[in-house]
């Protein structure tokens, strides 16, 4: 299957083309420019520069969170319209799971703790073990405090591998417990559309009309409105 993945969850975004689980280009920018103005740009060059024509598709996978509220629309919506235009399916999945496969060459039984900085002194979490060359899902997508998040850990046998845009914000608070652990590095410190592909293989695609955001928590507007009409 020949898939295109969007990843704009968070600070960076990326735009990665599998066929059949190979990796055939990714394009990734850390720049802080607007989502908006980069996702479709990188998806037309990535096409371009591996000779894909668009029509060969078959499918168009998205991070549909959890992750910025901002990126995550911004992804959903791009791949709703790349879709709808290219008459394709689309496939979403979860961004935590997408970012576990950054640990897969660490071998089995290794355990991958996705985390992202959900601000007010929580994380995005997901916990991974790698079974068969692929990650196994430990617990679902969750958003809880990093005392509950090291607990969690404490309980395992195996030192986690930290890997996310909340990953150093969890590493420093192991650290000071000193709880072993290890904090990925360089690009597998970072969500990636090549993460995004690989979750999407077995997942069957579904009509793009179908693809909605995940954000496992209210938007601060919406927490606003709603402590402004309970008072």
Same mark, same amino acid.
């Given at each position: 299957m020949l898939i295109?993945?969007?990843?704009?969850? $968070?600070?960076? $975004?990326? *735009?990665?083309?599998?066929r059949d689980g190979e990796l055939l280009g990714q394009y990734f920018q850390c720049s802080g420019l607007t989502h908006s103005a980069t996702l479709l740009p990188m998806a037309e060059q990535l096409l371009a520069s591996t000779g894909t024509d668009k029509s060969a598709l078959d499918a168009v996978a998205v991070a549909r969170g959890p992750g910025s509220f901002t990126g995550v629309r911004i992804g959903v919506?791009?791949?709703?319209?790349?879709?709808?235009?290219l008459e394709k399916p689309a496939i979403g999945v979860s961004t935590l799971e997408a970012m576990a496969w950054n640990?897969?060459?660490?071998?089995?039984?290794?355990?991958? *703790?996705? *985390?992202? #900085?959900?601000?007010?002194?929580?994380v995005y979490n997901a916990l991974?073990?790698?079974? #068969?060359?692929?990650?196994?899902?430990l617990v679902p997508d969750r958003a809880l405090s990093l005392a509950e998040l090291a607990g969690d850990l404490a309980s395992r046998a195996a030192a986690p591998f930290l890997t996310g845009d909340g990953a150093?914000?969890?590493?420093?608070?192991?650290?000071?417990?000193?709880?072993?652990?290890?904090?990925a590095r360089g690009v597998l410190l970072h969500q990636s559309a090549w993460g995004v592909c690989m979750a999407a293989q077995d997942r069957p695609p579904e009509n793009a009309g179908a693809l909605l955001p995940v954000y496992l928590r209210?938007? %601060?507007?919406?927490?606003?409105? %709603?402590?402004?009409?309970?008072?």
């Open positions: 295109l993945g969007i990843e704009s969850s $968070a600070r960076a $975004a990326s *735009c990665a083309l599998t919506a791009a791949v709703k319209g790349l879709c709808w235009a640990g897969v060459s660490l071998g089995e039984g290794a355990l991958i *703790c996705c *985390c992202m #900085d959900a601000r007010r002194s929580q991974f073990a790698i079974k #068969d060359g692929r990650p196994e899902r150093a914000l969890v590493s420093e608070y192991l650290g000071d417990r000193a709880m072993p652990h290890t904090l209210l938007s %601060q507007a919406e927490r606003e409105r %709603q402590a402004r009409m309970k008072g």
